[in-house]
């Protein structure tokens, strides 16, 4: 599947990493990380944008970002029950077990 993006609307940096091609599983997380991407440059602020990439992250196998993202969302919004959630098992795959009890309480 080739992945086509409206250039003039998205700015350079981007535009190149969203025009990947890609297919099967790779457009299931690239995709959506671009778009998340494009929606920070809107409301950098957004927590649920946030936690939505981390758990893109986490399907990719990326703790480190994920567990970033997740961390992003609860500053924003500690109110995210899930990115609290997801923040523990992200933090307990990584064997940060200390952090990820306190995520989960």
Excluded: Q
């Excluded at 297919?23 to 778009?35: D, E, Q, S, W």
């Excluded at 703790?63 to 997801?86: G, P």
């Amino acid at each position: 599947m080739r992945v086509l993006v409206n250039t003039n609307v998205i700015p350079s940096s981007t535009s190149s990493y969203c025009a990947a091609l890609s297919t099967g599983r790779l457009v299931k997380t690239f995709l959506p990380i671009c778009l998340f991407n494009i929606a920070f440059r809107h409301n950098a602020k957004y927590a649920p944008a946030y936690f939505g990439r981390g758990y893109i992250s986490s399907i990719k196998g990326d703790m480190t970002e994920a567990i970033r993202d997740y961390r992003k969302a609860l500053e924003l919004d500690s109110s995210i029950v899930n990115a609290w959630a997801n923040l523990g098992a992200s933090l307990a795959i990584k064997r940060e077990f200390h952090e990820a009890n306190v995520a989960f309480n």
